[in-house]
């Protein structure tokens, strides 16, 4: 993957890439921070104020060691998205559209469980607790982690599973399209989102790796420090930039055992909602 990824930036960067995010104010498109670099240039102690906030990550590591629970959103939550229910010719007129047949539903649940990706991918809550800058890269690289989460989930319902997975990822496609496009590039568009195909089917197939059970206790620290928080193709460094990539390993297990728990209606029509992260002592549903 990070070969690819020195490619991206070489040739995006020669392209003159603009700012973006989704506070284009504050983030540049490709502004890696070259961890490396830091670890050679600075003190342990810098190290420290530049990884990881000690309260913080002891507080994620408490929640995350917590008991899973389903994910799915309560019947009275404000967040859940139902069908919309129409009576007489407005109804007539909509089915005419093939607005009720199941493809077109598929595309409106889709279409909610990739919003569940991205609420929790661009809200700034996930950055600080990991420490993350908020680049092009890591916020793709975060995606990939969350889509990864939902398509392994809704592939556990078999074909039908599968097909909703086929359909969040073309929106997903359409996405990175998108954020790549408002990024400043103009040429190339289609070239960089092959890559940028070829980045995610790498990222997924290293994270079902990590996750078989005869992988290393430690193989998906070192795919997450490769993926999202390495630039360079390093080792992941022991001091306390592991204590952060720890944390996210330990936040991606339990996601992934908490969507476990969470039932296929709520799954399928995105009635659920991703472990909170802006509050770490006040989880969004009771441990049960």
């Known amino acids: 993957m990070l070969p690819r990824w020195s490619r ?21 498109y490709f502004a890696y921070r ?23 990550v002891n507080s994620l590591n408490k929640m995350f060691w917590s008991k899973p629970y389903s994910l799915a959103l309560p019947s009275d939550s404000p967040l859940r998205v ?23 539903k598929s595309i409106r649940w889709a279409n909610a469980i990739y919003m569940r990706v991205v ?22 690289s975060l995606l990939v982690l969350h889509m990864w989460l939902c398509l392994r989930r809704l592939k556990e319902e078999g074909k039908e599973g599968v097909e ?15 954020r790549v496009s408002k990024a400043g590039v103009n040429l190339l568009l289609i070239k960089w989102v092959k890559e940028l195909e070829k980045i995610f089917y790498g990222n997924i197939v290293a994270y079902d790796a990590a996750m078989l059970p005869d992988a290393k206790q430690d193989e998906l620290m070192k795919v997450l420090w490769r993926n999202v928080f390495s630039d360079d193709g390093s080792e992941m460094p022991i001091d306390a930039a592991k204590d952060t990539v720890q944390a996210m390993s330990r936040y991606v297990r339990r996601e992934y055992q908490c969507l476990s728990l969470t ?19 006040v989880p969004d549903h009771p441990v049960k």
Not at 17 to 22: D, F, I, N, T
Not at 34 to 56: C, H, I, P
Request: overall charge neutral.
């Open 263 to 281: 039932d296929k209606e709520s799954l399928f029509s995105g009635n659920f909602k991703f472990t909170s992260l802006e509050s770490p002592k």
């Open 164 to 178: 909703m997975g086929q359909y969040v990822y073309e929106i997903h496609t359409h996405d990175v399209e998108l």
């Open 8 to 28: 991206a930036i070489t040739h995006l960067s020669k392209l003159g890439l603009q700012k973006y995010s989704m506070e284009p104010q504050k983030n540049a």
């Open 82 to 104: 139902e069908e919309p229910h129409f009576d007489g010719i407005k109804r007539i007129l909509l089915k005419l559209a093939l607005f009720y047949t199941k493809q077109s």
């Open 119 to 140: 609420s929790q991918v661009d809200k700034p809550a996930i950055y600080d607790v990991f420490n993350l800058e908020k680049t092009f890269k890591t916020t793709f």
């Open 34 to 56: 070259n961890y490396a670099k830091v670890a050679a240039a600075t003190t342990l102690d810098s190290r420290v104020k530049e990884f990881t906030r000690t309260s913080e």
